[in-house]
């Protein structure tokens, strides 16, 4: 195990619904990260927290709604999503997010999420 | 614009040969480059690191080359096994959170 778990691991939602997933992290790192990783593309960086600030979101729709209470959990908020947000959602943890090598990412299994 | 190719979707080698990975960029600057490994319904594991000024980087059967001249690293798995077999992705590091890149993945399959 990487020191970074994700809840629920599989998740079915309609477009009307709402739901919120999960990170945590056990590593004492300061960075977290949301990906979103499609079929045949490659992982898209969604968004970057530092110290519990949020410092990247990657042009993505309002309908994604991150949250990073402290430096060990990470949420994110879904509504009205459409069924090409079906994808895996990865989130990832790193000492830092300054650009050097302390920013090896340590990554979450993954939310499967199917939107109906 | 910036690009990340890694060389085949899918590479299939025979058990106790060499598998050689390709990733190719064009546009970047990297400051350095990473390798992962991912296993289906999971999250990429970190493998290696290789920083520009660094040609070659060892780790037990893992060997990653990286030529800034060429813009290409390469990543070798020698003596490879059935339990090889997984995605392996590139990602290119030039600077700043929001210049993490990842390419594609290719699937390698080593077949006992």
């Known amino acids: 195990e990487t020191g970074v778990t994700q809840t629920p691991r599989h998740l079915v939602m309609g477009m009307t619904n709402k739901k919120s997933l999960k990170c945590e992290q056990h590593?004492?790192?300061?960075?977290m990260y949301w990906y979103k990783q499609s079929a045949k593309k490659p992982l898209e960086l969604m968004f970057v927290y530092s110290l519990e600030e949020r410092v990247e979101n990657n042009s993505v729709p309002s309908r994604f709604s991150p949250e990073c209470p402290n430096s060990s959990h990470l949420f994110l908020h879904l509504h009205t999503l459409q069924p090409e947000d079906s994808a895996l959602y990865l989130c990832?943890?790193?000492?830092?997010?300054?650009?050097?090598?302390?920013?090896?990412?340590?990554f979450g299994p993954g939310t499967r999420l199917t939107v109906l | 614009s910036q690009k990340i190719e890694q060389n085949s979707e899918a590479l299939n080698i025979q058990e106790g040969k060499t598998a050689t990975l390709t990733c190719n960029y064009t546009n970047y600057s990297p400051a350095y480059l990473q390798w992962y490994r991912q296993d289906p319904g999971r999250g990429p594991v970190f493998l290696l690191l290789?920083?520009?000024?660094?040609k070659e980087k060892r780790k037990e059967r893992l060997k990653v080359t990286f030529d800034t001249t060429l813009k290409q690293s390469l990543f070798h798995i020698t003596a490879s096994q059935p339990a090889d077999s997984a995605t392996y992705l590139c990602?290119?590091?030039?600077?700043?959170?929001?210049?993490?890149?990842f390419g594609t993945g290719t699937k390698l399959q080593v077949i006992p």
């Open positions: 990602a290119l590091f030039s600077g700043g959170y929001q210049k993490v890149t």
């Open positions: 290789i920083r520009e000024n660094e």
């Open positions: 990832a943890s790193s000492q830092e997010a300054s650009g050097g090598a302390r920013d090896t990412q340590y």
């Open positions: 590593l004492g790192h300061n960075a």
